[in-house]
């Protein structure tokens, strides 16, 4: 990950971001903004639609949340003067005269005022958990949710409750939000400001052209877009087109540095590969945690029975295993409790999903989220692992 120091630390750089995220990032411990964060959180807070190429690991989450979070902690600020002025300017003898609300009128919420649409439910996950650590001093004011879990009836009722609570930023994928809008669970239109697409090359890749289609025409038609993505291809185009309005451009070119990933590549026959692999460990070669693409579930657990008779730990990560299953083996990773992780992105039912099972009949874009969603898992900076597809195996 490279670090923009040039630009000084979070609390010396001119970002202007509310006091309480900068503590939250000290908390996180993060002191530089990366590139991308330098370049693109001054852009999106001046209100700028983006369109940001910068690689897996280089911060982008961080880069569209912060300004993402300042926007709606200003918004809050504004509605609590604007609150403040109106109750002080309100007389006893006007508040009486008032006619009095009809029994069960509320005023009603602002509503979701910003989404963030992610390929794959491990990454909807893990978004969810940065929100919520970037929002540590402000949960009072701010309040953030993600639709997890399922599309069987029990899972969508409890998404259905969270959504009754009217959250200030939601994190989904574009098929469960579809989920909702058809179901008329959510309403966009009046209150959205926000919309950001992370890894935008991704969504594209697992089918979900259609199903974002279905979710700008929810939205108003004014607001602010981010598209994130690893890669500007031809397909991003079409995107763009339907999801910003005259965006800056920000292709982020970052120059390897140690630690960054090294590729080599070792042809040989089917019956030593696993010897290889058990003198790569044993000597030394690959050093700390170790993520290995397989192409079959077979090869997965073979793998993994292969390194337990040498007392090398190691977990599985597939299409099969329930969503819990997956999200608990990821943190249990970043956690250090193994140090290898194998994983491969086939299942044993590629026509209907691996949790159809499990879930029962979900839309026809949510199969295709399930088909393509565990694609496999990169290795970010400091040993996180985030699920998405597999560049290379």
Do not use: W
């Not at 565990?374 to 597999?390: I, M, R, S």
């Amino acid at each position: 990950m490279l670090l923009d120091k040039e630009a000084g630390t979070f609390s010396a750089f001119d970002f202007g971001l509310d006091r309480r995220l900068i503590k939250a990032v000290s908390r996180m411990g993060f002191i530089y903004p990366t590139l991308v964060q330098s370049k693109a959180i001054p852009l999106a807070m001046e209100g700028k639609d983006l369109l940001v190429r910068a690689r897996t690991g280089s911060g982008k989450t961080a880069a569209f949340a912060l300004p993402t979070l300042h926007k709606i902690l200003l918004q809050k600020a504004e509605e609590s003067t604007l609150g403040m002025s109106h109750s002080i300017s309100t007389t006893p003898a006007t508040r009486s005269s008032r006619k009095k609300p009809k029994a069960g009128a509320q005023s009603s919420p602002s509503g979701v005022l910003a989404l963030i649409l992610v390929p794959t439910k491990e990454l909807c996950d893990q978004t969810y958990r940065t929100f919520v650590d970037l929002t540590y001093y402000c949960r009072d004011v701010v309040s953030v949710q993600a639709l997890l879990g399922g599309g069987d009836a029990a899972a969508m009722s409890a998404q259905q409750a969270l959504l009754r609570d009217q959250p200030d930023l939601l994190v989904a994928t574009p098929s469960r939000l579809v989920s909702h809008l058809q179901a008329g669970n959510i309403s966009l239109k009046a209150s959205l400001q926000t919309l950001v697409m992370d890894e935008a090359d991704l969504i594209l890749s697992f089918g979900y052209e259609e199903d974002v289609k279905r979710v700008v025409a929810a939205l108003p038609r004014i607001y602010q877009g981010i598209l994130m993505s690893a890669t500007l291809s031809p397909e991003l185009d079409d995107l763009k087109r339907v999801v910003l309005h005259s965006p800056a451009v920000l292709k982020l070119e970052e120059g390897r540095t140690d630690g960054e990933l090294l590729q080599f590549y070792v042809s040989l026959p089917e019956a030593d590969k696993l010897l290889l692999v058990f003198v790569f460990l044993k000597l030394g070669v690959l050093e700390g945690k170790g993520l290995f693409f397989v192409n079959g579930l077979d090869a997965c657990y073979r793998l993994k029975l292969f390194l337990e008779q040498f007392s090398i730990r190691s977990a599985v990560l597939n299409a099969e295993l329930p969503l819990n299953s997956r999200l608990h083996t990821l943190q249990e990773f970043n956690r250090g409790i193994f140090d290898f992780l194998i994983a491969t992105d086939e299942s044993l039912d590629t026509a209907c999903g691996p949790e159809s099972e499990e879930e029962g009949e979900e839309e026809e874009g949510e199969e295709e989220e399930e088909e393509g969603e565990e694609e496999g898992v990169e290795k970010e900076e400091g040993g996180k692992a985030a699920c998405e597809k597999g560049r290379g195996r």
